[in-house]
């Protein structure tokens, strides 16, 4: 093409057509933005040793090596006693023993979900009045691990 035809080859185009060309580009691009919005969402946020907080939240949870340890060193750090009554394993009555609660639910805070801070010594009958619809913290103001106001 010599230099006097380009004018025309320009001239010749149709608007059109590239308006349609440059709406398709941005259409193709907001689907790429989107798919990778949606990517990162389903993915969701990692926590500790890359979890998320739907398996941090889930029974599972309960069976990793990390919570047992965690659980182990709340008995210990207790005396193996209910923080509420004060009863330990050998008082309470058949059916009922000593659970390790959570006092944010992992739901709501899967980032404390291994912090020793927020875990309660609680009996099977004290924990199930207290439930995970509520963040009481059950624990004797001189407990180590409770948070002076």
Partial sequence: MSSLQEPRAIIGRKPGRDRLAMTTKLLLAAVL????IAIVRLRGK???HGWTARFIASPAFLQTPEWRRVRYDALRANDGRCELCG????????????????????KSRPDLALDQANLAMLCSADNAGKGNRYADDWR???HPH???A
């Fill in 87 to 106: 009863r330990n394993k050998h008082q309470l009555p058949p059916g009922e023993f000593l659970n390790v609660d959570h006092i944010q639910s992992r």
């Fill in 140 to 142: 004797h103001p001189s």
């Fill in 146 to 148: 409770r948070k002076r």
């Fill in 46 to 48: 990692r926590y500790a």
């Fill in 33 to 36: 933005a989107l798919t990778l």
